[in-house]
C-alpha cells in the first residue's frame, strides 16, 4: 500500500469514526448527567425515599417553573410556586395540564434540577415526568409530584428549583393505532 493510500485509508476510518462517535454522544451524554447529576438532569424513574429521618434544623427554599414548548397546545400549572421543607421531609405538590385545543394530543415532561447537584439528592416517588400522557381535547388533569430531598444534602444549598418544560410527542395516536391494526391483523408490528 502506497502512502497516500494508507492516508486516504485513515483519514476515511476517521472520518466514519466521527460519524458513529456523534450519533453515540447525546445517549452517552444523558447517561453521564443522570449519574453524575450534571447539568440538572433529573431521575425519570421512581426514587425510594430515604428513611434517614426528618432534619428539622434547616429548612430549604423549593421552587416549581413550568415551562411549554411550541407545538404543544398544553398549560402546566403547578398550585404552589414555592415551599419550605426539611431535608428528609417527604413532600407533595400537585400540577394541573390543561389541553387548550379541541383534540386529544400526547406530550411529556422533562425535568431538570438547579443546583446541578440538588439533583443528586432529589428523591421522587411520584411525578407525571416518568411517562408521556395523553389528555383530550378542553381536558384539565390534576398530576401529583411526591418528592424529598435527602438529608445529606449539602448544607450550602438553601433553595432548589425545579423546571419542567412539556414537549410534544408526535404522532403518538398514529403509530399507536397503526400497531393495534397491524397486531388485530396478526403481522409484525
Known amino acids: 500500500m502506497t502512502p497516500v493510500q494508507r492516508t486516504v485509508t485513515r483519514t476515511v476510518a476517521a472520518l466514519i469514526g466521527m460519524y458513529f462517535f456523534a450519533f453515540a454522544l447525546v445517549p452517552l451524554y444523558d447517561v453521564f448527567c443522570q449519574v453524575t447529576g450534571l447539568n440538572g438532569k433529573a431521575a425519570n424513574q421512581p426514587r425510594a425515599m430515604s428513611n434517614e429521618g426528618v432534619d428539622t434544623s434547616r ?14 397546545p398544553w398549560e402546566l400549572d403547578v398550585m404552589t410556586r414555592q415551599l419550605r421543607v426539611h431535608p428528609g421531609q417527604p413532600t407533595e405538590v400537585e400540577f394541573a395540564f390543561t389541553n387548550k385545543s379541541d383534540s386529544a394530543s400526547w406530550g411529556r415532561t422533562v425535568p431538570s434540577v438547579t443546583p446541578s447537584e440538588a439533583s443528586l439528592h432529589m428523591r421522587k416517588l411520584t411525578c407525571f415526568c416518568f411517562q408521556e400522557q395523553r389528555i383530550e381535547g378542553g381536558q384539565r388533569v390534576a398530576m401529583p409530584l411526591v418528592f424529598q430531598l435527602t438529608r445529606d444534602l449539602p448544607s450550602e444549598i438553601n433553595t432548589v428549583t425545579l423546571v419542567y418544560t412539556l414537549y410534544p410527542v408526535e404522532n403518538k395516536d398514529n403509530v399507536s393505532q397503526q400497531v393495534q391494526r397491524t397486531w388485530r391483523e396478526g403481522g409484525d408490528a
Open 59 to 72: 429548612y430549604v427554599t423549593v421552587q416549581f417553573i413550568t415551562r411549554s414548548s411550541k407545538g404543544l
